[in-house]
């Protein structure tokens, strides 16, 4: 079976740090672009930043310049660097990946989500 999981969130106050965590598993020979997205009750979900397979980079407006995103290939992992959190960055935080065996591509999955709160 093929699946992320995520891991890292938590209760941090206001200006605090959190570094989220999301490793694939299974037969994957390869993973394309890997995001992070975040999801609150009456809100639309939100991509928060995304990754390629190539490191480029892309940051929603509201986290540009407070968050980083990462990768690491050799353990199929992504990171989410969250530094100066606000309290509009609570949510449950969702990853998601491409992901391809050796002739055959699994497709997009999404891990299960993480709750970060941030205090005022």
């Known amino acids: 079976q093929v699946q992320l999981v995520e891991s890292g969130g938590g209760l941090v106050q206001t200006g605090g740090s959190l570094r989220l965590s999301c490793v694939a598993s299974?037969?994957?020979?390869?993973?394309?672009?890997m995001a992070w997205s975040r999801q609150t009750p009456g809100k639309q979900r939100e991509l928060v930043a995304s990754i390629t397979n190539g490191d480029r980079t892309n940051y929603a407006d509201s986290v540009k310049g407070r968050f980083t995103i990462s990768r690491d290939n050799a353990k199929n992992t992504t990171y989410l660097q969250m530094n100066t959190l606000k309290p509009e960055d609570t949510a449950v935080y969702y990853c998601?990946?491409?992901?391809?065996?050796?002739?055959?591509?699994?497709?997009?999955?999404w891990g299960q989500g993480t709750q970060v709160t941030v205090s005022s």
């Open positions: 998601n990946a491409d992901l391809w065996g050796r002739n055959t591509r699994f497709g997009t999955y």
């Open positions: 299974g037969s994957i020979f390869n993973i394309g672009t």
